[in-house]
């Protein structure tokens, strides 16, 4: 059974990727964006921080012993330069500058650090309509046995395309890796140099 079967949805499904990506030796992470707290939660444990970010106060869940919730805006964000080992951002890109909001998660991940962001793109034309036949065709066959759950959190369309997605994750992380996923999502990671690498 899915880990989030009760709370599932084109994010939610795509949390144990996310967590699969995360380096066990995690131990300060960053949620950008993190809403009500439903990914902070499933990756906190006890060797590690887990630091969830939000501009919204109304979704915002109190601090608990495993999370620690923050006010504050991705393009903005209010920590230190290298303060966390992984940072990641479910849908957020198409609700802020996208420019901005990659930069300051690759300033406040420390050298070595993984930045893994989820999101989606506007289609743009016949070169993304393999894509798009795939995503129907996954969301109803899951859809059949998944039970839909809205999240409590603003929604709006993307203004750009996959392909101008791809080009400005890659024009902002250089070395970055983009993928498209089946029901309408992306996944950029990049990897901040180590020290030995620069």
């Not at 109304?58 to 080992?85: C, H, I, K, N, Q």
Request: charged share 20%.
């Amino acid at each position: 059974m899915h880990p989030f079967a009760e709370r599932w949805n084109h994010n939610t499904h795509y949390f144990p990727l996310l967590a699969s990506r995360i380096p066990v030796s995690t131990t300060r992470l960053l949620d950008v964006g993190c809403g009500e707290g439903t990914f902070c939660r499933f990756v906190a444990d006890e060797h590690r921080t887990v630091v969830g970010v939000d501009h919204d106060p109304s979704v915002l869940p109190a601090s608990t012993t495993s999370v620690r919730y923050v006010l504050g805006s991705a393009e903005t964000l209010p920590f230190a330069d290298g303060s966390f080992d992984a940072v990641t951002m479910t849908m957020v890109l198409h609700h802020v500058d996208p420019g901005r909001a990659l930069a300051e998660a690759a300033r406040v991940l420390a050298p070595g650090g993984i930045l893994l962001t989820l999101g989606y793109g506007r289609f743009g034309g016949w070169r993304d309509l393999a894509h798009e036949v795939r995503d129907v065709v996954t969301h109803r066959v899951l859809s059949r046995r998944m039970r839909a759950w809205e999240a409590p959190t603003a929604k709006a369309d993307p203004s750009a395309t996959w392909e101008e997605v791809r080009a400005m994750a890659e024009a902002t992380l250089p070395s970055s890796t983009y993928r498209r996923l089946p029901m309408w999502r992306y996944l950029v990671e990049w990897h901040q140099p180590s020290g030995e690498d620069s």
